[in-house]
């Protein structure tokens, strides 16, 4: 039994029947074909409630912040609520226990700004560094507040494909650390304008890649097939690294004929090239 299939937040503990907020230790129901079980009725207990505030580093309040709460102690369910235009949040429905709680910026939380660096409370960058707060079923933890500070971002323009210069739009553009991980993506406008937000003070490559939609081929910044080959880029945490651009090159082509036992074509058949030198 869950209160989330209400348009609107309730404040009440998930749980299965009878009263267990876990499935392992959840009560059976038994039911037989073309019959009726009936008196399957819980009561709902109150949850817990975290409220807080989200502004960002020049005091103001920020709104379309995601505040996402997650259990530490005991295992379970937790939450989640997108911060108002005052900055405020609320997040219900949790059981009593140890929570984890995350903000972070992006186009899924309606932000203003995507360009927000995501924290957990009291400033920690990681869950392992992060300070939990305690929560009661029944009673509301308030004053779970954060101050987020502004990430670093990555611009260009983009054109091609060679030897044309003309603006180049719908390109996917990733911005990926040295480990191998994707850490901010962008799209190019119809200007073949780009940005990628929130990345903390660190160097990475950018991948241009046609996104599946156009004959270009992928490349790395500066114009390099490969990332160990690319040119990294230095970030700075609040401040633009600009100027990082590609010029796109018509990529190759495999062309054939697919056809099924007996000589017929094979309509539909999913035609794939992957790499043999990772690119």
Known sequence: FSPGCSPTALNWLKQYWKGSGVA???????????KTTSGVSPTMEPGGTITGNVKGNTNANLDGICVDVQPISPVGSGGS?????????????????????????????????????????????????ARSVAVIAG?????????????????????????STAALGGVCVDAVSPDGNVQSSGLTDSSGTYTLPALTSGSYYVNFDNCGSSSVAPQWYKGTATESSGTAVAVVAGKTTSGIDAQMATGGQVTGTVTVSGGGAAVGACVEAAPIVPG
Do not use: H
């Not at 670093?152 to 054109?159: A, L, M, P, Y």
């Open 24 to 34: 392992d230790l959840a009560t059976p129901v038994s039911v037989t074909a073309g």
């Open 81 to 129: 609520a997108i911060t108002g235009s005052a900055g405020n949040f609320s997040v219900v429905g949790l059981a009593t226990g140890n929570y984890a709680v995350l903000y972070y910026a992006g186009s899924d939380c309606g932000s203003v700004s995507d360009n927000w660096l995501s924290q957990y409370r009291a400033g920690a960058s990681t869950l392992s560094a």
């Open 139 to 163: 009673k509301s933890t308030t004053g779970v507040n954060a101050v987020l500070e502004p990430g670093g971002e990555i611009t260009g323009t983009v054109t091609g494909p060679a030897p």
